[in-house]
Every structure is written in C-alpha cells, then in structure tokens.
C-alpha cells in the first residue's frame, strides 16, 4: 500500500540508513535555513523500503 506523503510512521517500522547522511534538516524560509517554530520533526523515509534517512523539522502555516 502506497504512503501518503503526509502520513505518521511509526518509529518501530523504520530502518535508519547512516550510509545516506542528510545533513540539512531545517526548512528553508526566506532564503534562511531554521529550525520549526513548534521543534516538531518527522522521519523522512525511502518510500520502498521506509528506511529513514533523517528526521527533520515539521513545518505548519502560520497566519
């Protein structure tokens, strides 16, 4: 069954792959990287084998 790009993982379902290193976590706003305003974080995966490759910042709309 295909993930929805917005879908929660559980930690427990997820490999780490240290072989693929991301090194930028943060978002990019405003042509400046930062961190969430909320400190939320989500794991970012390899769709076919929902490996994780990093976790990074969560973003949300803010009015």
């Known amino acids: 069954m295909p993930m929805n790009i917005c879908e929660s993982t559980e930690q ?5 792959r240290p072989d ?6 943060q978002l ?3 042509s400046e ?6 400190g939320k974080t989500f794991a970012a995966i390899v769709p ?6 990093a976790q ?7 009015m």
């Open 48 to 53: 076919p084998t929902k490996a994780k490759i």
């Open 33 to 38: 990287w930062r961190d969430s305003v909320s």
């Open 12 to 16: 427990s379902n997820l490999t780490t």
């Open 56 to 62: 990074v910042a969560k973003g949300q709309l803010r």
């Open 28 to 30: 990019y706003i405003n």
């Open 20 to 25: 693929l290193p991301i090194r930028l976590t």
